[in-house]
């Protein structure tokens, strides 16, 4: 969706009035702008006239304002002059010069019929071509619950860039080359001497890799071994060790989407190995532009402005290339030959410092310019003791073998509710409606648990926290306080968006029209109490809420907002009836829809999918 013609967001067309009514108020003057949603009553507040004074102060202008309250009078003023479109129903100055800003109910009656015909739409912007680094397991290794950060991450803010209109290349930078696959190699031709004609049944790649490396380790006639049998995949070389390498490069790759089939993310294979035809020219640039030195016969950078006194290292001093050298020459190619406007790296916190070098050492040779740069770190996934997550014999735990856990305990759960059924309490489902919710439930459950608390921090895996859908209140569920049913679960939000789908089902039984042909006919909403008001604004907070979420790389944003849609539903919900006495209040069933067009698009951009029927 090019996302060039998508109207401006409800931060943007405020922030624009706010500053016509700067330019107005005080021509001449310049100051940042500062809109942000507010906390405290109002809908949003505009914090700039304290730094506004000052400026005036600094331009030999404090007679044009005696305070920053008086500034701030004078903005408010201006703004509703300003305000061409009714986006503005008041604005208030507080304290010592807050302007508290109101939207206009007939602006978010607008935003609401946009969002009925259009669908929700995403913040415009300039498209850019976005390459997203992550998951990146290594081959013959076995992928494990700590893979799975970078790879619910990284598919959520590719999905979320592709949203708002970029050209994203999802890389998955496969560990497939190195000194480790010699030893591969060489046991794979020991241990399977006819590989070539049989494919080898290797069931267990953690256990082949344990085993290799046990025989590295013992037997020093096998390491020379190794030491040679290392494969150049995209250069001649020995072709029976170059076909062993594919092959366990192979299994590995089924291993791999397995994972990724059940999580539903795309990515593209670009192993380590698509570089090595690159290192050494990049390495002869770095030379001849006077950044890499030789010291006791490596190549090193030192790149400018880090605080670190470790070197990038991109020859070893026995002719060797490692990481560094690798990592540099995927920089420049994403840069100069596949012309990315940004590269985004989705690693753990712990090579932080690693792509920090990376990064100024590509600046320090002239790639970068005006292009971005980012490393998104995230925490450690941890056990019920907050330690790193370990299975009893100490390996870290299959990350297929959790996915799988996660389904059937799902399945589990919705297994029960045959009773609610035949009670009436529940719609009747099918076997597959049933197989389907568990799966989004389950595995959406996985990947809001993950992304909910933040990337940069570390997160508990507990399936029993991640299915709950109830808090830990006992209080009786009412309007004004109805958090009782609010854990911040996917299971949660998944509830919310069932029950928009079965209000829409009974109104049409109820009235013989669907909300979407109310839409079609040129119906609209109308809102009045506060709790319709209240999740208008929730939703009409989407566009911007994208874009922040977009521009820092915090995908928490994101779920931050959809629980606040859900619960400010759940207050419109036990407020407002929809359906009253076999009529059907068109007005919120629209709303309903509005509602449930939002979710469900919060909920495709974090990928945890949507379900009908709960």
Request: include cysteine; glycine fraction near 8%; proline fraction near 5%.
């Amino acid at each position: 969706m090019p996302s060039t013609s998508a109207p401006p967001t409800l931060l943007q067309a405020l922030t624009a009035i706010c500053t016509r009514a700067l330019e107005a108020s005080f021509p001449g003057i310049s100051c940042a702008i500062h809109v942000a949603p507010s906390t405290k009553g109002a809908h949003y507040q505009n914090n700039t006239a304290m730094p506004l004074f000052k400026a005036l102060k600094d331009a030999g202008r404090s007679a044009e304002a005696a305070s920053p309250k008086a500034v701030a009078e004078k903005l408010a003023a201006q703004m509703t002059a300003c305000d061409t479109d009714g986006l503005l129903a008041r604005c208030e100055v507080a304290g010592p010069g807050f302007i508290n800003i109101f939207v206009a109910p007939a602006y978010l009656e607008s935003t609401v019929n946009s969002i009925l015909r259009h669908g929700p739409m995403p913040p415009p912007c300039a498209p850019k071509r976005v390459v997203v680094d992550f998951s990146s397991p290594n081959v013959a290794k076995e992928m494990h619950v700590g893979h799975l950060r970078s790879t619910i991450i990284g598919d959520t803010i590719s999905r979320l860039l592709e949203f708002c209109g970029h050209r994203v290349d999802r890389v998955n930078h496969v560990g497939d080359w190195g000194t480790q696959f010699g030893m591969l190699i060489g046991h794979l031709k020991n241990v399977f001497p006819d590989y070539a004609t049989k494919p080898p049944p290797i069931g267990d790649l953690q256990q082949f890799y344990k085993d290799a490396k046990k025989v590295f380790d013992d037997d020093e006639a096998f390491k020379k071994v190794a030491h040679a049998e290392v494969p150049c995949p995209r250069q001649a070389g020995d072709a029976d060790s170059r076909f062993a390498w594919r092959q366990i490069c192979e299994v590995s790759r089924r291993e791999f989407e397995k994972v990724y089939s059940r999580l539903q993310v795309e990515l593209e294979e670009v192993g380590e190995s698509f570089y090595n035809e690159y290192i050494p020219p990049v390495i002869r640039h770095l030379t001849e532009i006077g950044v890499a030195h030789d010291s006791d016969g490596a190549m090193v950078l030192f790149p400018p402005g880090t605080k670190h006194e470790q070197p990038l290292i991109v020859r070893k001093s026995d002719g060797g290339f490692g990481y560094d050298s690798t990592d540099m020459a995927a920089v420049w190619y994403r840069l100069l030959e596949l012309q990315a406007d940004w590269l985004v790296y989705v690693t753990d916190a712990g090579q932080s410092q690693h792509f920090e070098l990376i990064f100024a050492a590509a600046r320090q040779a002239g790639w970068v310019g005006d292009k971005r740069l980012d490393h998104c770190p995230f925490g450690l996934v941890c056990g019920d003791d907050g330690k790193k997550f370990k299975t009893r014999s100490g390996d870290a735990t299959r990350l297929v073998d959790r996915l799988l856990d996660g389904a059937s305990r799902s399945l589990l759960g919705t297994s029960l509710w045959d009773a609610d059924v035949a009670a009436g309490k529940l719609e009747p489902y099918t076997d597959e409606e049933l197989l389907e919710t568990a799966r989004v439930m389950g595995y959406g459950a996985v990947k809001y648990a993950d992304l909910k608390g933040g990337r940069v921090n570390d997160y508990i895996f507990s399936y029993e926290r991640m299915l709950d859908d109830k808090g830990g209140a006992d209080r009786p569920l009412t309007a004004r306080s109805p958090r009782r049913r609010e854990r911040n679960t996917a299971v949660y939000l998944l509830y919310a968006g069932a029950r928009l789908s079965s209000i829409q089902r009974k109104a049409a039984a109820t009235s013989g029209a669907s909300a979407a042909e109310l839409v079609a006919s040129g119906a609209g909403v109308a809102l009045s109490m506060p709790t319709e008001l209240e999740l208008a604004l929730a939703l009409a907070r989407f566009g911007e809420t994208v874009e922040f979420t977009t521009q820092t790389l915090l995908p928490n944003k994101l779920c931050e907002y959809v629980h606040d849609v859900c619960v400010k539903f759940t207050a419109f919900y036990l407020e407002c009836k929809v359906i009253e006495e076999d009529a059907v209040n068109q007005s919120r069933l629209l709303l309903v829809r509005a509602a449930q067009l939002v979710i469900k698009k919060a909920n495709e951009l974090l990928g945890i999918g949507y379900v009908d029927k709960v």
